[in-house]
């Protein structure tokens, strides 16, 4: 590899890394720090470094903000962390697989699942039974996800084989399917509890939600997992660009990689929505800005997505609490409102012309 | 070259198709039949018109495509019977173009070719990859080009890194698709001599469709014509016969030797003259009406006996379609599923009363071919000497040659069997036997009966 004259107009790949990693901490730091109560940075890395056990600084701080840090902001900051690199890993999964670059996590029915599935949870009376224990949205929503693509999947499918066309067109159809089901529960509900309604609309409008460190760590195996086996399919995907018949003829399985495909990126927009509703823009943009700096290699792709996700959700939801302070926005204005004018000014300034 | 291939190998082919039927759907059967073999070391050309199945006979022999009947072999082994990744580590597939959405590089692209060898995911590249895909690069000539964007390429430089990808699997056997079809003719040459030198120094078997026919009589010693089947299988001189080709290809060309030239040249029919048919050939004095493979054995028997004969009308497809293009002088031709057509039923028409036998062959008579069997009843009223063959049959009859009067009822029976219209078609028949035809049961005696007749038309 060391014989690679790479394009001088793209920067090396691990200064790029290395900076993300840093940009990634700082901006975690910052979006702790920030809010109410501000906690310098000092204090936030030694109540962080007391909590594992092996450090013991002298607790000179007041102990409410270790109590904020850890029950409020710490939590919310890792979720967004969480949703913003599994929503854009899913984007550039689905771009790859799909060689189109109009493709983002929710285009195969993932989004219309996850909101009938908060739905129901917020219009049915069950969460006055569970909700002592869990919260039922974001399980509904999850399920409401993964069901919505094994459907399109298996309506997609005929003699053993998963045509890319159909699996658009059948994510489209049941995608206004689902929608409208929605819609209709919601007018035939009695909708005398407004809160209820509200509460749903601002789910929908994508937010990070506050859930405890118990979902949070189950959120967190399912997106570590699934993108562990996004790093590993990049090859795959690398091979798929050339088109299914010459994967194929490259000896690649290409049924199976294509269902290993769309399964992590399922898994992967469901732990997020369930956690987040349905935040538009990351999971479409990220992995474009990604393949702006660093090439359309997806072995350094996807991880470059996953870190540049992360940094970029942590803003969003920063500027979200912060801006209207007290009042909180949803997340979803700013990835548009911050993210669309980066991007396009990366586009337009880029010397060469972008074929993503 | 050829004595490392011969004790490599030995005589046994590489790639070979076995009967093989195949169609997209069901119902519409693409090739049927079709046989064929590639032994390790040959350099063949794979000609034929557009739609006539030849990318479908690639993607038979990649693997991609399986057959409805028949089988493919790779090494003497079943293709259905191998993993794809080992089919991919023997044959490689140069597409006609690669569409890549992505910018990817070429020495990135070049590396997808080691994809087969690469342990399933985690698996990386190692030293050796690395000098294999070094070495792809050097004989293909884009090692200069490695980190150029593969997108940014022209069409020639293109089409090699593709053929260095497909160099990079480290196959027996290269599959290309028509590789020069949109290349100028520089880059046609270039491709063309670089595929040529790998087969002749590295000894990869090579099998590319092509439509430059004048490229193909240069380059390959042997060609395959096909047309929803092989045609012709031999050498350029043969196979490249204007008669032939008109009929395949449905056009008038002229074959010859340029001056200066040390290769077969096709030309289009020129603008001034308009192609006329030839005229010092013997005008074939026989026709026949063929169909599902019901004619095979009589034309190959009328070949053999140097009888010039035409044929039709017949269904692109058809079995009796592919030997007829081969056999016979002229073809009436009919597009695949279609009922025949009143045009094609008045060229049948027009031949029957040029000609003077007509060779019924036992084919199954549905709605799709009546119209023929009412042309072969006119032509008969009118006074024109009919064959009819039958399948010889279980009946123990006296004679094989039988006319009306003595027909056993086995044989009517065997002619209602292949009755698809409901009575209409068996009225043909029946009317046919009335109008004096004679019915032959085997091909011996119908040659016997052909050559009274051609005998007493001379």
């Not at chain 1, 730091?29 to 450090?55: D, E, H, K, R």
């Not at chain 1, 996004?230 to 299914?244: N, P, S, T, W």
């Not at chain 2, 792809?136 to 090699?160: C, D, I, P």
């Not at chain 2, 009819?388 to 002619?415: H, K, M, N, R, Y």
């Amino acid at each position: 590899m060391k014989m690679v004259i790479r394009p001088a107009r793209r920067l090396a790949t691990p200064v790029v890394f290395v900076f993300l990693i840093v940009a990634l901490l700082v901006t975690m730091l910052v979006a702790i720090s920030f809010g109410s109560v501000s906690i310098p940075f000092l204090t936030i890395i030694q109540i962080v470094l007391n909590n594992t056990g092996i450090f013991h600084f002298f607790a000179y701080w007041d102990p409410v903000l270790a109590i904020i840090l850890l029950q409020v902001r710490l939590p919310v900051v890792l979720g967004a962390a969480l949703v913003g690199a599994a929503l854009a890993v899913a984007g550039a999964l689905f771009q790859g697989m799909l060689r189109n670059p109009l493709a983002d996590p929710y285009l195969i029915g993932t989004s219309s699942g996850a909101a009938l599935g908060a739905t129901i949870a917020f219009v049915l009376p069950f969460d006055t039974v569970y909700g002592t224990f869990f919260s039922l949205t974001p399980v509904l929503a999850f399920i409401g996800a993964l069901l919505t693509v094994l459907l399109v999947y298996a309506l997609a499918r005929s003699n053993q084989q998963t045509p890319v066309v159909m699996l658009l067109l059948a994510g489209v159809v049941v995608n206004a399917l689902l929608t409208a089901c929605q819609t209709l529960i919601l007018n035939l509900w009695p909708s005398d509890n407004f809160g209820r309604i509200l509460g749903l609309f601002n789910w929908l409008s994508g937010g990070i939600a506050l859930v405890g460190w118990g979902p949070l760590g189950l959120v967190a195996v399912i997106v570590l997992l699934s993108l562990c086996g996004a790093m590993a399919l990049g090859r795959v995907l690398d091979v798929f660009a050339l088109g299914e018949e010459a994967a194929a003829h490259l000896g690649l399985p290409v049924e199976l990689s294509k269902f290993l495909i769309v399964i992590v990126a399922s898994l992967l927009t469901a732990a997020a929505v369930s956690i987040s509703g349905l935040i538009g823009f990351v999971g479409l943009v990220t992995p474009h800005l990604m393949r702006l700096l660093l090439g359309p290699r997806h072995r350094i792709l996807i991880p470059a997505s996953a870190l540049a996700g992360a940094i970029f959700m942590i803003l969003a939801d920063l500027l979200a609490r912060s801006v209207l302070a007290p009042t909180v926005l949803p997340v979803g204005i700013f990835t548009a409102l911050v993210g669309g004018p980066f991007f396009l000014f990366l586009l337009r300034n880029n010397k060469r012309e972008y074929k993503w | 070259m050829v004595e490392k291939l011969i004790a490599t190998w030995g005589q046994s082919p590489l790639l070979q198709v076995q009967h093989v039927t195949f169609g997209y759907t069901q119902q519409q059967v693409l090739l049927y039949d079709v046989s064929m073999q590639v032994l390790a070391g040959e350099f063949i050309g794979l000609l034929g018109p557009n739609g006539s199945g030849k990318t479908t006979l690639l993607r038979l022999l990649s693997g991609v495509l399986t057959p409805q009947q028949g089988q493919v072999l790779l090494e003497g082994r079943a293709l259905s019977q191998w993993k794809q990744r080992q089919v991919a580590r023997r044959v490689a597939v140069v597409p006609q173009e690669l569409h890549m959405p992505f910018d990817f590089t070429v020495e990135h692209m070049v590396s997808l070719g080691r994809t087969p060898f690469i342990s399933s995911f985690w698996g990386s590249r190692q030293s050796q990859d690395q000098a294999i895909i070094q070495d792809a690069m050097q004989v293909t000539g884009v090692s200069s080009l490695a980190g150029r964007v593969f997108n940014e390429l022209s069409g020639g430089e293109r089409q090699r890194v593709t053929i260095a990808m497909a160099l990079a699997q480290q196959p027996l056997a290269l599959l290309l698709d028509e590789p020069t079809s949109h290349l100028d003719i520089k880059y046609q040459i270039e491709t063309l001599e670089l595929v040529q030198r790998l087969n002749r120094e590295r000894g990869v078997t090579v099998l590319a469709a092509m439509h430059d026919l004048n490229l193909a009589a240069r380059y390959f010693p042997r060609l395959l014509l096909f047309q929803r089947g092989v045609v012709a299988d031999a050498s350029p001189a043969e196979v490249l016969e204007p008669d032939l080709l008109s009929r395949v290809y449905g056009i008038q060309v002229r074959v010859g030797i340029l001056r200066g030239s040390e290769h077969l040249s096709v030309l289009p029919p020129t603008l001034v003259d308009v192609p006329v048919t030839l005229e010092h050939e013997p005008f074939p004095m026989v026709h026949v009406i063929a169909g599902g493979g019901s004619g095979a054995l009589m034309m190959r028997a009328l070949a053999d006996a140097q009888i010039p004969f035409s044929a039709g009308a017949l269904h692109i497809g058809d079995s009796d379609h592919a030997l007829a293009l081969r056999l016979a002088r002229e073809v009436l031709t009919e597009q695949p599923y279609a009922p025949i057509s009143p045009e094609i039923l008045q060229q049948v028409h027009d031949r029957l009363q040029q000609v003077s036998l007509l060779i019924v062959c036992p084919t199954a008579i549905g709605p799709g071919n009546l119209g023929l069997l009412q042309e072969a009843v006119q032509a008969a009223r009118r006074g024109l000497a009919v064959i009819l063959v039958t399948e010889p049959s279980q009946t123990d009859c006296v004679s094989d040659i039988s006319t009306l009067p003595s027909l056993s009822v086995g044989e009517l029976a065997a002619f209602k069997a292949r009755d698809y219209t409901g009575g209409l078609g068996f009225q043909c028949i029946e009317a046919l036997l009335q109008a004096g035809a004679i019915v032959t049961t085997s091909v011996a005696s119908s040659l016997n009966e052909v050559k009274k007749h051609v005998v007493v038309s001379h």
